[in-house]
């Protein structure tokens, strides 16, 4: 099983609100990843969390919080989010860094 | 960081017709990804390919490492075959190239 699941599938949020993506493998995978995607354009690496700890933070906005509860398990907890944060928002997993990584299927998320 | 360039970025093909698609790495890469983006977003992995060729039913890969490129090829298409194509590479983090926007009309 190569899957990937997200949710929620799609999301709109106030400025104003909290919200959290969830991401979740079931492949044995210790390396995650969140990517954010705008229309048009390739996914951008936000964060990297190999073996439960977080290894890369592309100089994403404090908005954004990550978090992996387990091996199996990544939220992106958002808050007082901006209009341009309206995009897709990807999860992957891989075995390790470096190794092929599989994609779920995405949150689409507008900011209001 | 690694730099990938993709051409052609956009690609109009009538359906049946072959087509080549090029990934180019600024850097030597330990690995390589191919993806299919379809238009509900979802990423599809096509192939993982550090060197060498696979081939899976109309699609084959090519990537020669020490040349730093790597080629797909898509044979008879079909209108399914429509979407965004993207490489990418996971030297560590997965760097993307801007991909290439192919349309397969009937």
């Known amino acids: 099983d190569t899957e990937v699941t997200q949710t929620p599938k799609h999301l709109v949020m106030g400025m104003t609100n909290k919200k959290s993506l969830k991401c979740e493998q079931h492949?044995?995978?210790?390396?995650m990843y969140w990517y954010k995607q705008k229309a048009k354009k390739p996914p951008e690496l936000m964060f990297v969390?190999?073996?439960?700890?977080?290894?890369i933070n592309e100089s994403v906005p404090s908005r954004f919080s990550p978090e992996c509860p387990n091996s199996s398990l990544l939220n992106l907890h958002l808050h007082a989010l901006q209009p341009e944060d309206s995009a897709l928002y990807l999860c992957?997993?891989?075995?390790?860094?470096?190794?092929?990584?599989?994609f779920g299927p995405g949150t689409r998320l507008t900011v209001t | 960081g690694i730099q990938v360039e993709q051409s052609p970025p956009d690609l109009i093909l009538q359906e049946g017709a072959n087509s080549t698609l090029r990934c180019n790495f600024s850097?030597?890469?330990?690995?390589l990804q191919w993806f299919h983006q379809n238009p509900w977003g979802q990423l599809i992995n096509l192939f993982y390919?550090?060197?060498g060729t696979k081939q899976n039913g109309r699609l084959s890969a090519t990537t020669v490492a020490t040349e730093r490129y790597s080629l797909l090829y898509i044979s008879s298409s079909q209108t399914t075959d429509s979407g965004v194509y993207f490489c990418?590479?996971?030297?560590?983090?997965?760097?993307f190239g801007a991909g290439t926007r192919l349309t397969v009309k009937p």
């Open positions: 390919i550090p060197s």
């Open positions: 990418a590479a996971p030297n560590n983090d997965m760097r």
């Open positions: 850097d030597s890469v330990n690995n």
């Open positions: 969390y190999s073996y439960e700890k977080l290894s």
């Open positions: 492949m044995g995978h210790r390396a």
């Open positions: 992957a997993s891989s075995q390790g860094r470096s190794y092929e990584q599989y």
